[in-house]
């Protein structure tokens, strides 16, 4: 799944404009932001290109990372949570 409408918000974008600037017609964005459509790779290259995003940042993940993790020092037991961060 795509999460292009998100995106096009973000960017202050609709899906008009961004047909026009990947070279197709507004109704072949409606239907990749709908779900009916799902693009070639090409033009998933493009539409991140023109979105000035990663490619990876089109797509809902389908697996959630873990932000923390705990630890135990096997030696001394000591407890310790470590943050990841973005």
């Known amino acids: 799944m795509l999460k292009l409408k998100e995106i096009l918000k973000e960017k202050g974008k609709t899906g008009k404009e961004l ?4 070279e197709v017609t507004p109704a072949t964005i409606s239907n990749i932001i709908n ?4 693009p070639k790779p090409e033009l998933l290259k493009q539409i991140a290109l023109v979105l ?3 490619i990876r940042e089109l797509f809902i993940p389908t697996k959630e990372e873990k932000q923390d ?3 135990k020092c096997p030696n001394c037991g000591t407890e310790l ?4 961060k973005k």
């Open 35 to 38: 779900g009916n459509h799902f």
């Open 52 to 54: 000035d995003v990663d």
């Open 19 to 22: 047909a026009e600037l990947v």
């Open 69 to 71: 993790f705990d630890f």
């Open 81 to 84: 949570v470590v943050n990841k």
